[in-house]
């Protein structure tokens, strides 16, 4: 069954460390997003990428790294420098970007620093 | 810069009646999408309907249909013949026609009781 796959669902990190959350697609979506929600929040778009090996910054960078090598795949990783980074992340995919496709999100990750 | 609102935190319907959500946004653009997404409390996104900006005609999908009022810029969504598992948080969300960045609202809490 083609669709994005989040992993892990649940993820503790201790203070001062680097955490990567994984998302994958078999969707064959050329764009690929990455939400953080809090509660109250909505959806807030930390960065986005639309080919492989370039990527740009959403709203809420700071703090946050990512990587696009493959069409399939676009960890992000939640650094120390994120002052903030217990919530609820969430992974998208769409078409070619400028078209009119929607999004398609992942089931999400649960992280919270202990 | 664009912005969603969705003025009702919460609401409550009695099963098997009709319920309207509200969503308003603020945009300069003429070129745009809107959408409707439910997060049930699995916490996966899912689309509820989409409607394009150019398009008179409301969108309608089963029980789901819009209200778009272009010119009020407002898109409110009616949910016909409530059923228990329409319980789940709704957000309203833009995106621009020539750039696939989505802004979310803040989300209404969607309440069913038997």
């Known amino acids: 069954d083609g669709g994005i796959t989040q992993s892990p669902k649940y993820l503790f990190r201790k203070e001062g460390q680097n955490v990567t959350l994984s998302c994958e697609q078999n969707?064959?979506?050329?764009?690929m997003y990455w939400y953080r929600q809090d509660p109250g929040q909505g959806l807030r778009l930390i960065y986005y990428?639309?080919?492989?090996?370039?990527?740009q910054k959403g709203d809420i960078a700071e703090g946050y790294s990512v990587s696009r090598e493959k069409k399939e795949s676009f960890p992000l990783t939640v650094t120390s420098a994120q002052k903030n980074p217990t919530a609820f992340y969430l992974c998208?995919?769409?078409?070619?970007?400028?078209?009119?496709?929607?999004?398609?999100f992942g089931p999400g990750t649960r992280l919270t620093v202990l | 810069a664009q912005t969603v609102t969705q003025s009702q935190p919460e609401m409550s319907v009695q099963e098997a009646e009709t319920v309207t959500l509200s969503c308003t946004y603020d945009t300069s653009e003429s070129d745009y999408y809107l959408f409707w997404y439910k997060q049930p409390p699995s916490r996966q996104m899912i689309l509820v309907i989409r409607?394009?900006?150019?398009?008179?005609q409301n969108a309608t999908e089963n029980r789901f249909s819009v209200n778009f009022q272009k010119a009020a810029k407002s898109f409110s969504l009616k949910i016909s013949d409530s059923q228990l598992g329409d319980a789940a948080m709704y957000f309203c969300?833009?995106?621009?026609?020539?750039?696939?960045?989505?802004?979310f609202g803040k989300g209404t809490r969607l309440h069913i009781l038997p």
């Open positions: 969707l064959n979506h050329d764009a």
């Open positions: 409607q394009e900006a150019y398009k008179q």
């Open positions: 990428s639309q080919i492989v090996n370039d990527f």
């Open positions: 998208a995919s769409s078409t070619l970007a400028g078209v009119t496709d929607t999004q398609y």
């Open positions: 969300a833009y995106r621009s026609g020539g750039y696939d960045k989505i802004i």
